[in-house]
């Protein structure tokens, strides 16, 4: 792959030039030689030897000794070497490195020596100032090592990283087959001199031919420069480096120390995916269940933070969220964790006798004895009866040295359920290494430093996804236009922020702001309530917006995406809310009597079904997400003794028909819900609650594995009624007792199931409208809750869902296009189906199945589907009902006229029609435009629709629209539609028919929108040339298209394709200069041919067929684009139609469009007029004679 390439320079004298040398190794190299060990302005001065009229170089003895005076002057470690760079070339873009990878956390109470335990981890000294981790340091890279036979874990460094990059290449070098040494020989000014030359790729001679002394030689040589590769700095440094002989382990720990505050660990998740090892530190000299005040460090002060907490809950915390957490999910991993695993350090072990420490373990075990199995799967064990790794991080060297052995030994030899493999490209090492010394740099400079490691855009994407999820990178390119490479500036000014809510010292506030706060500020913010000026206080703005790309505007866009503020409207103490700010409740908090008893959200443990405690951060992050739903108002409550504004207890107030009050605890063991309005809207709180729970469930990367429960009656402080669901309905199971409770009435309000459900005159409707046909809008609504689903919905309903796995729609918009195909497929589309769905999978939509019921059961449900139509068991309807057609023409805007009028009427059908029945119906469901896609049907003809399609993103096409039309032959949705483009795109002709693949299987079930989806597919996977109708363009003429196609206008419809899709589709245009724009107009002309060719092969259709007449019109109109410049518009055709050209339309033919008729068949049939003609004529000639 690469090899070291030493070259010998014989028979050289004074009037030598060095550039024959460098022309002879060229000719063997295709390139100018790379020396390494030596500055870049060495490498620059050979370039220009090789660059130019070697006369006006230096000649080798001059050259020589200008090298004398570097070595003299540098010191190196190398002599010079030159190196193969295509070889260097293939390194990089195709080297990987297998590495197994332990994300780790270190977790516990404030000043339980998580600082000082991550140094003893990585056999570093302890910290000589005492200062505390405001929510979190950088992640520190580990990798592990042996040395004097012991096996510890090592920091990775800038140089260890170079050394492991070096020893890699060394591998790959010494793995190439041996050297063999080649000659070229050459004349230069008719002396002679020979080159031996080591070179693994290809042997030969090379001979440079002779020049007479005052013949000029050509500034630039013929040679072959296929590819030139800009090294980088760094990759000068990973060639110049040593490789030691200490070959470091492929297993890395990324540590990430986190703070202790509570406040801050509930941030943490938000900015850092799940970790693989929780490493809890507990202070054996303190109680663990006993508790304490935590406090706030600045400048080695503490400040209370009106907050108790203890040791005890900090594990449970740690162990629980751990048990919740998805696997990390990367693109290039090849092996997930099993599990997430805890590790427990005691730290002053040095305070503490044996015999406290075995009390500590014993109460440790008993406060999780609900985990016990759990625990011994996922915590490491020091032995068979311990958990508690007892250390002194503080400790001398040598005993230092025997900590950290004993936890390296452990993670490494129990620890691999928690480990991932992932195959790291080369690249992305030589990328991290090349990114600047500073906390923020802009996404531009990360892509552009990419494009210099040989990395596509998306290759770079992948590589800062990779290190946002293994360390604290914070990349999020939807919001913000910065990646934080060092996370302190933007953790450190929500640090500050929190900050001011614990500090009251005029001392400790001047050293977090620089500016006087007023006193409502302060206490506004106490209550949660800030100004986004607020920031403009704080010491640590002057970093964290240090680049134009990220200044407050982007700081509270990206507050808002990670849902850690909610924006307000009409609070007067400030325009954004942040519960991270108010403190938690001390006292305990206790809720009057409601009508419906409280219901409990519960989390358990997958597969022993053991309960867990509540995930930390969960709270708090789902009061921002139901302050954020958008169907019922939610506002935070007054300030008040009846109401409670904690961080971990609320009062919220929700308005349905009225304003009531919803309150949420957080007992860390489970929340508790209690509602005080009617009981009839308990089932539309809970609907609400588990979205929110879901939605920061999804946010924090966890398992939805949370359930339903009441308290026991029995055994009210240590059992649980959880909620169950199968076909008969719901039942309770207890978690402790024997035999399940007897639940109160009062407990099912919150399913609206009350003994028999439903009265009887409500169970006669109810069994009447199962068999009526469900509307898409119901359907979605009940549903929307298990969107997630959509697959299992899908195949239980028996429509075709495999197409949407991958799509990059939401799932709300997947689970609606199932409803859409089942309602369109006429398959048994009844209520009773749907429900059916329900009762199959009751773990799934146990709880959908109770909204099913109670919408049914509803007047609303009566008063829209009482005149219905009812379906039989095989599909069809028992009763056509002719007012629903009236409305569903209504709704789509399509008026008798358009479907019957003009010379339409004698070819449509007497009545309404399946087809038109189905168009209809997909006219109403697509009138708003989506983000890829926007049809219509035409006004004068149902059958004719138009569309304008986003060209798929990541291909020659982005950034382009495209226009054509649909048409629709009478049997649909028997038949499928055919499809026309009508602007310039480069991928498929024009005004031709395309062949369609992906639909050759149609189903009757599928629509329009699904022929649009299979179409921007075609487009993005455009391999197969040999498709009808497909053109085979360059990329850079299929780009010059995109960019010319937002100017199309459609001459039949008068869509313009800049405004026929939502604002927010990429513009390219915007994007490039104008110079560039204007540069595209002579490819007009090519778009002429092509339009010229069409009408050659295609001739105008009869007035039978319903395609458009194709007039070729040349002209040479002078127009300006938007911004002044003239463009000189060559030639148009009337399907192909640019703003500031003639209109030339030509009339519509009347009737729906006969079968397709391929163009080369015109041809045929031409050839074979004029055989049969010249036959004819032949007879005729010989019947004269």
């Given at each position: 792959m690469?090899a070291?390439?030493i070259?010998t320079?014989?028979?050289?004298?004074?009037?030598s030039?060095?550039?024959?040398v460098?022309?002879?190794?060229?000719q063997l190299?295709?390139r100018?030689p790379?020396?390494?060990?030596?500055?870049?302005f060495?490498?620059?001065?050979?370039q220009?030897?090789?660059?130019q009229?070697?006369r006006?170089?230096?000649?080798?003895?001059e050259l020589?000794e200008?090298?004398?005076k570097?070595c003299?002057?540098?010191?190196?470690?190398?002599?010079?070497?030159?190196?193969?760079?295509?070889?260097?070339?293939?390194?990089?873009?195709?080297?990987?490195v297998?590495?197994?990878?332990t994300?780790?956390?270190?977790?516990?109470?404030?000043?339980?020596?998580?600082?000082?335990?991550?140094?003893?981890?990585?056999?570093?000294d302890p910290?000589?100032?005492?200062?505390?981790t405001?929510?979190?340091?950088?992640?520190?890279?580990?990798?592990r090592?042996?040395?004097?036979?012991?096996?510890?874990?090592?920091?990775?460094?800038?140089?260890?990283?170079?050394?492991?990059l070096?020893t890699?290449?060394?591998?790959?070098?010494d793995?190439?087959?041996?050297?063999v040494?080649?000659t070229?020989?050459?004349?230069f000014y008719?002396?002679?001199w020979?080159v031996t030359y080591?070179n693994?790729?290809?042997?030969?001679n090379v001979?440079?031919p002779?020049?007479?002394?005052n013949?000029?030689?050509?500034?630039?040589?013929?040679?072959l420069?296929?590819?030139?590769?800009d090294t980088?700095?760094?990759?000068?440094?990973?060639l110049?480096t040593?490789?030691?002989?200490?070959?470091?382990s492929?297993h890395?720990?990324?540590v990430i120390?986190?703070?202790g505050?509570?406040?801050?660990?509930?941030?943490l998740?938000?900015?850092?995916r799940?970790?693989?090892?929780?490493?809890?530190?507990?202070d054996?000299s303190k109680?663990?269940n006993?508790?304490?005040d935590l406090?706030?460090r600045i400048?080695?002060k503490?400040?209370?933070c009106h907050?108790?907490?203890?040791?005890?809950a900090?594990?449970q915390?740690?162990v629980?969220?751990?048990?919740?957490?998805?696997?990390?999910?990367?693109?290039?991993?090849?092996k997930?964790?099993?599990?997430?695993?805890?590790l427990?350090?005691?730290?002053?072990?040095?305070?503490v006798?044996?015999?406290?420490?075995?009390?500590?373990?014993?109460?440790?075990?008993?406060?999780m004895?609900?985990l016990?199995?759990?625990?011994q799967?996922?915590?490491i064990?020091?032995?068979?009866?311990?958990?508690?790794f007892?250390?002194n991080a503080?400790?001398?060297?040598e005993?230092?040295?025997?900590?950290?052995?004993?936890?390296?030994?452990?993670?490494?030899?129990r620890?691999?359920?928690a480990?991932?493999?992932?195959?790291?490209?080369?690249?992305?090492?030589?990328f991290?290494l090349?990114?600047?010394?500073?906390?923020?740099v802009?996404v531009?400079?990360?892509?552009?430093?990419?494009?210099?490691?040989?990395?596509?855009?998306e290759?770079?994407?992948q590589?800062?996804k990779?290190?946002h999820?293994v360390?604290l990178m914070?990349?999020?390119?939807?919001?913000?236009?910065?990646?934080?490479?060092?996370?302190?500036?933007i953790l450190e000014i929500?640090?500050?922020l929190l900050a001011?809510?614990?500090?009251?010292?005029?001392?400790?506030?001047a050293?977090?702001?620089?500016k006087?706060?007023?006193p409502?500020?302060?206490?506004?913010?106490?209550?949660g309530?800030?100004?986004?000026?607020?920031?403009e206080?704080l010491?640590?703005?002057?970093?964290v917006?240090?680049?134009?790309?990220?200044?407050?505007?982007?700081?509270?866009?990206?507050l808002?995406h990670?849902?850690?503020?909610?924006?307000?409207?009409?609070e007067p103490?400030g325009h954004?809310?942040?519960?991270?700010?108010?403190?938690?409740?001390?006292?305990?908090?206790?809720?009057?009597?409601?009508?419906a008893?409280p219901?409990?959200i519960?989390?358990r443990?997958?597969?022993?079904?053991?309960?867990?405690?509540?995930?930390t951060?969960l709270?708090?992050l789902?009061?921002?997400h139901?302050?954020?739903?958008k169907d019922?108002?939610?506002?935070?409550?007054?300030?008040t003794?009846?109401?409670?504004?904690?961080r971990d207890?609320?009062?919220?107030r929700?308005?349905?028909?009225?304003?009531?009050?919803?309150h949420?605890?957080n007992?860390?063991?489970?929340i508790?819900?209690?509602?005080?309005g009617?009981?009839?809207?308990?089932?539309?709180?809970?609907?609400?609650l588990t979205t929110?729970?879901d939605?920061?469930?999804?946010?924090?990367?966890?398992k939805?594995n949370?359930?339903?429960a009441?308290?026991?009656?029995?055994k009210?402080?240590?059992?649980?009624?959880?909620v169950g669901f199968?076909k008969?309905?719901?039942?309770i199971n207890?978690?402790?007792?024997?035999e399940?409770?007897?639940?109160s009435?009062?407990?099912w309000n919150?399913?609206?199931?009350?003994g028999?459900?439903?009265s009887?005159?409500?169970e006669?409707?109810?069994?009447?409208?199962l068999?009526?046909?469900p509307q898409?809008?119901d359907?979605h609504?009940l549903?929307?809750s298990?969107?997630?689903?959509?697959?299992?919905?899908?195949?239980?309903?028996g429509?075709?869902v495999?197409?949407l796995q991958?799509?990059?729609?939401?799932?709300?918009?997947?689970?609606?296009?199932?409803?859409q195909?089942w309602i369109n497929?006429?398959?048994?589309i009844?209520?009773?189906?749907?429900?059916q769905?329900?009762e199959d999978?009751?773990?799934q939509?146990?709880?959908?199945?109770?909204?099913v019921?109670?919408?049914?059961?509803?007047?609303?449900?009566?008063d829209k589907?009482?005149?219905?139509?009812?379906?039989?068991?095989?599909?069809?309807?028992?009763?056509?009902?002719?007012?629903?057609s009236?409305?569903?023409?209504?709704a789509s805007?399509?008026?008798?006229?358009?479907?019957?009028?003009?010379?339409?009427?004698?070819?449509?059908?007497?009545?309404?029609?399946?087809?038109?029945r189905r168009l209809?119906?997909?006219?109403?469901?697509?009138?708003?435009?989506f983000p890829h896609?926007y049809?219509q049907?035409?006004?004068?003809?149902?059958?004719e629709?138009?569309?304008?399609?986003?060209g798929?993103?990541g291909?020659?096409?982005?950034?382009?629209?495209?226009?054509g039309?649909?048409?629709?032959?009478p049997?649909?949705?028997?038949?499928?539609?055919?499809v026309?483009?009508?602007?310039p795109?480069?991928?498929?002709?024009l005004?031709l028919e395309?062949?369609?693949?992906?639909?050759?299987?149609?189903?009757s079930y599928?629509?329009?929108s699904?022929?649009?989806l299979?179409?921007?597919?075609?487009?993005?996977?455009?391999d197969?040339r040999?498709?009808?109708?497909s053109?085979?363009?360059?990329?850079?003429?299929?780009?010059?298209?995109?960019?010319?196609?937002?100017?199309?206008?459609?001459p039949?419809?008068?869509v313009?394709?800049r405004?026929?899709l939502?604002e927010g589709?990429?513009?390219?245009?915007?994007?490039?200069?104008?110079?560039?724009?204007?540069?595209?107009?002579?490819?007009d002309?090519?778009l002429?041919?092509e339009?010229?060719?069409v009408?050659?092969?295609?001739?105008?259709?009869?007035?039978?067929?319903n395609?458009?007449n194709?007039?070729?019109?040349?002209?040479?109109?002078q127009?300006?684009?938007?911004g002044?410049?003239?463009?000189?518009?060559?030639?148009?055709?009337?399907?192909?139609r640019?703003?500031?050209?003639?209109?030339?339309d030509?009339?519509?033919?009347?009737?729906p469009?006969?079968?397709s008729?391929p163009?080369?068949m015109?041809?045929?049939?031409?050839f074979?007029?004029?055989i049969?003609i010249?036959l004819?004529l032949?007879l005729l000639?010989?019947?004269v004679?």
């Amino acid at each position: 792959m690469l090899a070291r390439q030493i070259p010998t320079i014989e028979g050289l004298d004074d009037n030598s030039n060095i550039y024959a040398v460098f022309y002879a190794m060229a000719q063997l190299e295709k390139r100018p030689p790379l020396l390494v060990g030596h500055p870049s302005f060495v490498n620059e001065l050979l370039q220009k030897c090789w660059d130019q009229d070697p006369r006006l170089r230096p000649t080798s003895t001059e050259l020589a000794e200008e090298l004398g005076k570097i070595c003299k002057n540098f010191k190196f470690g190398e002599p010079i070497f030159c190196y193969d760079e295509i070889a260097l070339e293939k390194w990089m873009e195709e080297g990987s490195v297998d590495l197994t990878v332990t994300r780790v956390n270190m977790l516990g109470a404030p000043g339980a020596g998580k600082t000082c335990s991550q140094l003893l981890l990585l056999n570093e000294d302890p910290p000589t100032n005492d200062t505390s981790t405001p929510i979190a340091c950088p992640a520190v890279r580990a990798t592990r090592v042996a040395v004097s036979d012991k096996m510890i874990w090592s920091r990775v460094t800038r140089a260890n990283l170079l050394d492991e990059l070096a020893t890699d290449l060394k591998t790959a070098t010494d793995s190439e087959q041996e050297e063999v040494p080649l000659t070229a020989t050459a004349t230069f000014y008719s002396q002679s001199w020979t080159v031996t030359y080591t070179n693994p790729m290809e042997s030969g001679n090379v001979e440079i031919p002779s020049h007479a002394p005052n013949e000029p030689i050509p500034a630039v040589l013929p040679l072959l420069q296929d590819k030139k590769y800009d090294t980088k700095a760094v990759v000068l440094e990973i060639l110049a480096t040593q490789p030691k002989e200490i070959r470091k382990s492929d297993h890395w720990l990324y540590v990430i120390d986190s703070g202790g505050q509570p406040a801050y660990q509930e941030l943490l998740p938000l900015f850092t995916r799940a970790a693989s090892l929780n490493i809890v530190t507990l202070d054996l000299s303190k109680p663990f269940n006993e508790r304490f005040d935590l406090m706030y460090r600045i400048d080695g002060k503490y400040f209370p933070c009106h907050s108790k907490s203890t040791q005890l809950a900090f594990f449970q915390s740690a162990v629980s969220t751990g048990a919740s957490f998805e696997p990390l999910d990367i693109s290039c991993i090849s092996k997930k964790p099993t599990h997430s695993m805890h590790l427990v350090l005691g730290t002053h072990y040095d305070k503490v006798s044996d015999a406290t420490l075995k009390e500590k373990e014993e109460i440790l075990m008993s406060s999780m004895s609900s985990l016990e199995s759990y625990l011994q799967n996922c915590v490491i064990s020091q032995s068979d009866d311990s958990i508690i790794f007892p250390v002194n991080a503080i400790a001398a060297s040598e005993e230092r040295a025997k900590y950290s052995e004993e936890i390296c030994k452990a993670i490494w030899y129990r620890g691999s359920d928690a480990s991932l493999k992932i195959k790291i490209p080369i690249r992305w090492f030589v990328f991290e290494l090349s990114l600047p010394e500073q906390s923020i740099v802009s996404v531009k400079e990360a892509l552009s430093i990419g494009k210099g490691c040989s990395m596509e855009k998306e290759d770079t994407k992948q590589a800062l996804k990779y290190f946002h999820d293994v360390s604290l990178m914070l990349y999020y390119p939807e919001v913000i236009n910065v990646i934080f490479i060092d996370s302190k500036p933007i953790l450190e000014i929500l640090s500050q922020l929190l900050a001011l809510t614990y500090v009251n010292k005029i001392d400790a506030i001047a050293s977090i702001s620089d500016k006087p706060l007023s006193p409502k500020i302060t206490k506004n913010l106490k209550e949660g309530f800030f100004n986004e000026d607020i920031f403009e206080h704080l010491k640590s703005r002057a970093e964290v917006f240090s680049l134009p790309e990220f200044q407050l505007s982007d700081l509270i866009r990206l507050l808002l995406h990670l849902n850690i503020i909610t924006k307000l409207e009409d609070e007067p103490k400030g325009h954004y809310f942040i519960p991270y700010a108010l403190p938690s409740y001390n006292e305990p908090v206790s809720i009057k009597e409601t009508n419906a008893k409280p219901l409990l959200i519960v989390w358990r443990e997958e597969e022993s079904e053991e309960i867990l405690p509540v995930p930390t951060g969960l709270f708090p992050l789902t009061i921002v997400h139901l302050l954020n739903q958008k169907d019922y108002v939610t506002k935070i409550s007054p300030s008040t003794s009846e109401y409670y504004k904690f961080r971990d207890a609320i009062s919220l107030r929700i308005t349905f028909t009225q304003k009531h009050t919803l309150h949420l605890i957080n007992r860390y063991t489970h929340i508790e819900v209690y509602f005080t309005g009617p009981t009839q809207h308990c089932p539309l709180v809970r609907k609400l609650l588990t979205t929110a729970i879901d939605n920061s469930s999804d946010a924090m990367h966890l398992k939805h594995n949370y359930v339903n429960a009441f308290a026991c009656p029995v055994k009210r402080n240590s059992c649980y009624c959880i909620v169950g669901f199968s076909k008969d309905g719901h039942f309770i199971n207890c978690t402790m007792c024997s035999e399940p409770a007897t639940i109160s009435d009062d407990h099912w309000n919150w399913y609206n199931i009350e003994g028999s459900i439903v009265s009887n005159k409500q169970e006669n409707f109810l069994l009447i409208i199962l068999d009526k046909k469900p509307q898409l809008d119901d359907l979605h609504r009940l549903f929307q809750s298990s969107d997630f689903q959509f697959l299992i919905i899908g195949t239980a309903l028996g429509v075709q869902v495999n197409d949407l796995q991958h799509s990059p729609m939401s799932a709300s918009d997947k689970l609606l296009l199932v409803f859409q195909r089942w309602i369109n497929s006429n398959m048994n589309i009844t209520w009773r189906k749907a429900l059916q769905v329900c009762e199959d999978y009751p773990d799934q939509f146990g709880l959908v199945k109770s909204d099913v019921i109670k919408f049914l059961s509803s007047d609303r449900a009566h008063d829209k589907y009482s005149d219905g139509p009812v379906e039989s068991n095989n599909g069809t309807q028992i009763k056509q009902d002719n007012d629903q057609s009236s409305d569903e023409i209504s709704a789509s805007g399509i008026t008798d006229d358009n479907i019957y009028g003009g010379t339409y009427v004698d070819t449509m059908p007497a009545t309404i029609t399946p087809a038109v029945r189905r168009l209809m119906k997909e006219a109403t469901e697509l009138r708003e435009p989506f983000p890829h896609y926007y049809t219509q049907p035409m006004e004068d003809n149902l059958f004719e629709w138009h569309f304008t399609i986003q060209g798929p993103p990541g291909t020659d096409y982005e950034g382009g629209r495209y226009h054509g039309h649909i048409m629709i032959s009478p049997e649909y949705p028997m038949k499928p539609p055919s499809v026309v483009f009508l602007t310039p795109n480069g991928r498929f002709k024009l005004n031709l028919e395309i062949c369609m693949c992906g639909l050759e299987t149609w189903q009757s079930y599928w629509g329009i929108s699904t022929v649009l989806l299979e179409l921007i597919d075609m487009m993005a996977t455009d391999d197969d040339r040999s498709t009808f109708g497909s053109l085979d363009c360059t990329p850079e003429e299929r780009r010059q298209l995109a960019t010319r196609s937002l100017e199309w206008v459609c001459p039949s419809c008068g869509v313009a394709n800049r405004t026929a899709l939502p604002e927010g589709s990429e513009d390219i245009v915007s994007q490039m200069p104008k110079e560039e724009v204007n540069s595209q107009q002579p490819h007009d002309l090519d778009l002429q041919k092509e339009a010229l060719l069409v009408a050659q092969f295609c001739p105008p259709s009869t007035d039978q067929s319903n395609q458009r007449n194709i007039d070729i019109k040349e002209s040479h109109d002078q127009s300006k684009d938007e911004g002044g410049t003239e463009i000189n518009k060559e030639s148009s055709t009337s399907g192909i139609r640019y703003r500031g050209q003639e209109e030339t339309d030509q009339p519509l033919s009347a009737s729906p469009p006969p079968p397709s008729f391929p163009a080369n068949m015109y041809i045929i049939l031409f050839f074979v007029i004029v055989i049969v003609i010249l036959l004819l004529l032949i007879l005729l000639l010989l019947t004269v004679k």
